[in-house]
């Protein structure tokens, strides 16, 4: 059964050949395990394969990605 909320997170960059960071994507995704019934010589058998599904990719250029992570910062603190 599907989450209700995205529950994975992912983080992916671009670099330029000089290693300057050009763009950060964020990827949003409903991870989980589906559930079939199958039929066997056994008898009927629930079979559980993990799935996931990608909810959201957001991409930032690096000002917009320093300006989420100064808003985790603001709304979380730091330990």
Do not use: C, H, W
Not at 34 to 53: D, F, L
């Amino acid at each position: 059964m599907r989450p209700e909320y995205a529950n994975a997170f992912g983080l992916r960059k671009v670099t330029s050949p000089d290693g300057e960071l050009l763009e950060v994507t964020l990827d949003v995704t409903y991870k989980y395990m589906e559930t079939t019934m199958t039929v066997t010589p056994k008898g009927v058998e629930n079979i559980s394969t993990p799935n996931a599904e990608q909810v959201a990719s957001i991409v930032m250029n690096r000002q917009s990605a320093i300006s989420l992570r100064n808003l985790l910062i603001q709304t979380l603190g730091v330990d």
